[in-house]
Each structure stands twice: as C-alpha cells, then as structure tokens.
C-alpha cells in the first residue's frame, strides 16, 4: 500500500488490548494538534456474554484472531503503510496478562522489525487523558477513572505528575453494575444496559446503602452495595420472578447510589486540594446519570468538567496512542536491553 506523506508530523500506530477488546489506532501529531486517523475496535461481548463475565483464556484467543485484520484495518483507514509510522504506542498493564501479551507482542515485533521507538503505556494513562483526544489540556485537574476493573481518583498535576489519591477497597462500580445485570439475567457487560433500563424506572424506588460515601478518606467500597441489591433481588423471588417495572426500579435505584458515591468522593477531592478541574473518564464514564450529574454541577462556574466522548469512554488504542506522545519525550526506551526487557504487566500500578 502506497502510504500518504505526512512530513515532520509524526505517526504513532497504537495498541490496546487489556481485557476483552483489540483496538489499533493511528494517530497524526501536526502543528495544529493530535488526530485520530483511525480507532478501530474489535468487541468481545458477544463471546463473554453468555458466561457473565470475560474468560481470559477466551479473551487472548479471540485478540490473536484480531490482532492482524485489526492492525491492516486501521492502517488501511488512515491511508497510511506500515513505512509511514514513526512512533508505537501499546499497553503494558494493568489487565489480564495473555490479552495484553497480544498487543504488546504485536507493537514490539513491528518495533523491532522496522527499527520504530515504542513506547509502554499504563492503561489507567490512556483513560485519565483521554478526554484531551477532543478538548484542550488543562492541569492541575482531579482525575476520577471508573471501569470494569478501577475506580480509581488521581490528582495529576502533569502527564508525569499524577498521585493517587483514593480507590475503591474492593470491587470496581463497573463490575457491580456487571455482577447486578448478571445476576438479574441480563449478561455481560452491564453497565450500557442498567444504564438505559434505569430510565424507564424511579430511581427513589429502593434505598441502597452508600458504604463510605461519609468516610473521612477518598476511598470508596462497592461490595456491600452489590450485596444489598442481590439480598433485595433474593428477597423479591429472585431472577425470572420480578416484574419488570420493578427491574427498571432497582436499576434505577442501584445507578443512582453508585453515581452518588463517585460525586461525593470526586467533589470531596475537589475541595480538599483546591482544584476545580474534573476529569472523568473509562467506561463507566458512558453513564447518563453520571453524565448529567456532573454536567449539572459544572454549571457552577467554579467546577469545570470534562468527560470522552461516548466513543472514546470504553476502551480504544486513540488513548494509549495520545499517552504514548508525551511518554515517548519524558520516558523513551533507552537501549536494546530495556526494549529486549519490555513485558506484560497485569498489576501495573500508576
Ligand atoms: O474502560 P472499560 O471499557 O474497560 C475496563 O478497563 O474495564 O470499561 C468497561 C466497563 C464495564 O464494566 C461496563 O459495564 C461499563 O464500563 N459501562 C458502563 C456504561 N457503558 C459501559 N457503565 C455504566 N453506564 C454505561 N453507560
Ligand atoms: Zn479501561
């Protein structure tokens, strides 16, 4: 494929692929910015589905399936070849190992092939500055990231600055909402669904608990919740047995307490440090209610909020490869050695 020329600017050819979905990107760094050329993504929800959860063995299997189409396609969008590529970007952790082995393996092979830098991205980076793909750079700003797997609060002063400042104690908000539309019949992932059958119901309808809302720390708990709503789904007859009106309810019910515990917590690190910039963002981020909260909130002048779009929420590689620009100047790979040594980590911490 003959590739377009894209002289001084510089091409990065992005990898993502941490937990069930494989995405390659390229993005194009010019005098005017950064812009995604292509972002494409190969979902997985239709083969987790059924088992209510991702099956890791499952997940690298079908990213090895995508990790070539995925690559040809994004490279065939953004009109570009192989040739034209001056920078890689990939994920290195955290999330199962033998999906993100898929996608680095996959970078540092084109890499060390045509003599490209790479460079490692942690995935939480991806999704604090993710927003910025779409809106100016702001710092200092108080970082809120909420997935499947996180949820997690940093205060990021600058792309090399950035502190955690409090996270859940044990399970993530996106995997309640995973586990409560599991549980109700209504698969994986659950956060889209509970989402939109929220709006059909009366979110005061049931008063689940806040568990730590009120705690002196940024901390945040979400076990307890989950078994609150799985005792009152038990104690309604259990799935199969509840009528749907009161399904919408307890989606309701449930989107609202977990979206009052993100904006208590987020709101307390905003005062604490004095900051009035929020970012919010990974999957969970997509959410209405989340959305509309904030927004509402922003109107005070004093808060600004920014959130992904909808499309960039979930994850994408157009993420890792906007880290990857500024990882490539204040943390590059210094010799054959280290890049030799370049390796999956699933418990990277930030
Ligand atoms: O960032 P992401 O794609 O993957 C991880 O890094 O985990 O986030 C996936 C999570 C899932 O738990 C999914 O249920 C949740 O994001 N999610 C939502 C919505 N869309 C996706 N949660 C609430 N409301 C949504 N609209
Ligand atoms: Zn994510």
């Not at 690190?269 to 909260?293: K, P, Q």
Request: glycine content about 8%; hydrophobic content about 40%; aromatic content about 10%.
């Amino acid at each position: 494929m003959k590739g377009m020329s894209y002289s001084k600017n510089i091409i990065n050819l992005a990898f993502e692929s941490s937990c069930d979905d494989f995405s390659c990107a390229v993005l194009l760094k010019d005098n005017e910015g950064i812009k995604i050329l292509s972002n494409i993504i190969y979902s997985q929800d239709f083969v987790h589905g059924i088992y209510g959860g991702v099956v890791p063995e499952l997940a690298s299997r079908n990213h090895i399936k995508a990790s070539l189409p995925a690559l040809k396609f994004a490279l065939s969008k953004a009109n570009i070849g192989l040739k034209d590529v001056d920078l890689i970007s990939a994920t290195a952790g955290p999330g199962l190992v033998g999906s993100l082995l898929i996608g680095l393996m996959e970078a540092k092979t084109i890499s060390f092939a045509l003599n490209i830098p790479l460079v490692k991205i942690n995935h939480i980076e991806g999704h604090i500055f993710s927003p910025f793909l779409e809106n100016k750079e702001e710092f200092p700003f108080i970082a809120l990231v909420i997935s499947g797997g996180h949820t997690h609060i940093y205060l990021v002063k600058s792309h090399s600055d950035i502190k955690l400042i409090g996270k859940t104690r044990d399970d993530a908000c996106g995997e309640l909402f995973d586990k409560v539309s599991n549980y109700l019949g209504f698969g994986y992932p659950g956060g889209r669904v509970i989402d939109e059958l929220a709006e059909k119901g009366n979110k005061n309808a049931f008063k689940f608990p806040l568990p730590m809302a009120h705690s002196h720390t940024l901390d945040m708990s979400f076990s307890g919740l989950k078994t609150a709503v799985i005792s009152t789904i038990n104690n309604l007859g259990g799935f199969g047995k509840i009528k749907e009106n009161i399904v919408f309810d307890i989606f309701a019910s449930v989107r609202e307490a977990v979206v009052k515990i993100l904006y208590k917590k987020t709101l307390d690190a905003v005062d604490i440090y004095g900051i009035n910039t929020v970012v919010v963002s990974g999957g969970v981020s997509a959410n209405s209610r989340i959305r509309s909260l904030f927004t509402e909130h922003a109107k005070n002048p004093c808060l600004k909020v920014i959130f992904p779009s909808i499309s960039l929420s979930t994850d994408n590689a157009a993420m890792i490869g906007y880290a990857g620009y500024f990882k490539s100047s204040i943390d590059p790979i210094k010799n054959k050695e280290e890049f030799l040594n370049i390796n999956a980590d699933s418990s990277w911490e930030l």
